[in-house]
């Protein structure tokens, strides 16, 4: 913000002009969703954090594990699991380097490691691709779970497109994203994280109780060596997509209170903690017993190949569409502080309730109108796994650790970093590559809108 030239051009008129200028920056401050609030508990952390990190992708990590087979399967699940946490660690840790300032958002450490253009042009895409692509997602999600829900109560009824399901999905979002900020929602964000530890657990506890199938086979389904490969890729996509929390924790640890005795990394880390021990205890059992029970037969819901007992294929679904809306939330609110700062800082709009109202339901039909128009769900995932979410999750925060820190070269630290950073790469340069196949292959059957 420039300061008003003042009339008599003396030190004291733009003074106050910079003084009102700060005091209009504070107000905005307090408007926006981000920084509004800054009393969350670490606990908040912890479930906003699984919230944002068990998807429903975790429904299709069996389906990843038949495309990746049991030895690379269990490998780059345990291995993400351990690249993640320490990717989010340095998050933890960077959000506060600076005395005196915070990086309220990922973008702001962007610009804080590669300058103020530079850090824009590599952060906000990245971000916005992973957040609006979540959304997107989701809305696809809670919709077949509306539809696979309502199949499965009532056979026999007739049948509602898909179309409706996810318009009756997104109704919701319409009421819950004027909450104002993560602590609004920090409610809707508990119910979600429950619901996603009983969905997981419902789908490997019903898992066991069918037992291992008796035509069962472990190898890799596809006939042709091409074929393999692809699907290989497309599962390394399914896999980044499911450690995807990074995008929103500098976020999330923007609500917590910090005083220079007690930063707000300790709290925030406990959280991160508990949220990594339940996406453990959410994914391993899903993936592993899932897999060793229907092998490469296994559909990439896991809910779909368990179909009986109804009632608690009904129930898990109706899980996953609560969770999802939950989800939805924790990614959006990131995306309508990014909308609503241009908005306000750039464009000068009067921070109002109108303003938010409009932005954020055009957002949602957005989102609504483009899960409506291409829902083929599984090979989107993939997609955008690799394309996005192995960036902002597996490497990016150990670049901007390098070019921060600085640590001596060939020291333990440099090395992880750039194990990190190897490692990110081949995932953002392989998952795509399955990821697109498997949209090509679904899209030729495809009509729109039927």
């Not at 107000?27 to 068990?54: C, G, Q």
């Not at 019903?206 to 069962?216: D, T």
């Not at 809306?325 to 959006?332: E, R």
Request: aromatic letters at 16%.
């Amino acid at each position: 913000m420039e300061t008003q030239p003042s009339s008599d051009n003396g030190y004291a008129g733009n003074n106050t002009s910079s003084e009102e200028n700060l005091k209009r920056q504070k107000e905005i401050d307090a408007w926006l969703p981000i920084t509004s609030s800054r009393n969350a508990k670490w606990w908040y952390s912890a479930f906003h954090n699984v919230t944002a990190m068990v998807g429903a992708g975790v429904l299709s990590l069996p389906y990843a594990l038949s495309e990746l087979g049991w030895g690379p399967g269990v490998a780059i699940l345990v291995l993400s699991w351990i690249i993640t946490l320490y990717t989010l660690w340095q998050m933890v840790e960077m959000h506060e380097m600076v005395p005196g300032k915070r990086f309220d958002r990922y973008h702001e450490l962007g610009q804080y490691a590669f300058g103020k253009k530079l850090g824009l042009y590599i952060v906000v895409p990245q971000q916005l691709i992973v957040e609006v692509g979540v959304c997107i997602v989701y809305m696809v999600t809670g919709g077949k779970s509306l539809e696979k829900f309502h199949d499965t109560v009532c056979s026999t009824c007739k049948q509602i497109k898909l179309t409706y399901f996810i318009m009756i999905f997104a109704s919701v979002h319409f009421v819950l994203s004027h909450l104002p900020n993560f602590n609004s929602i920090s409610g809707v964000s508990l119910a979600a994280a429950v619901m996603s530890l009983s969905y997981s657990t419902i789908a490997w506890g019903a898992s066991v109780a069918k037992g291992v199938q008796p035509e069962v086979q472990y190898g890799y389904k596809a006939k042709t060596a091409a074929g393999t490969v692809f699907n290989f890729f497309s599962g390394l996509g399914d896999i980044a997509f499911a450690y995807a929390g990074h995008n929103v924790v500098l976020e999330i640890q923007a609500t917590i209170p910090s005083t220079p005795e007690k930063p707000s990394k300790g709290p925030m880390w406990k959280g991160v903690i508990v949220a990594y021990i339940v996406v453990a205890l959410c994914y391993f059992p899903v993936a592993l017993i899932g897999y060793w029970m229907f092998g490469n037969s296994i559909e990439d819901n896991i809910l779909i190949s368990l179909e009986k007992p109804a009632w608690l294929i009904a129930m898990a679904n109706i899980f996953v569409v609560i969770h999802v809306i939950g989800s939805y939330q924790i990614y959006a609110i990131p995306v309508f502080d990014m909308i609503e700062t241009v908005l306000v800082k750039k464009l000068n709009f009067r921070p109002s309730t109108t303003l938010r109202f409009f932005v954020r339901n055009f957002y949602v039909a957005f989102t609504m109108f483009i899960a409506i128009t291409f829902p083929f769900f599984g090979g989107l995932l993939g997609f955008f796994g690799g394309f996005a979410f192995a960036p902002t999750t597996y490497f990016l925060p150990c670049i901007i650790w390098l070019a921060i820190y600085k640590p001596k070269k060939f020291g333990l630290s440099w090395w992880t970093n750039w194990i990190c950073i190897v490692f990110g790469v081949c995932l953002m340069v392989l998952s795509p590559i399955g990821g697109l196949r498997q949209i090509i292959l679904q899209a030729k059957e495809y009509e729109f809108y039927s």
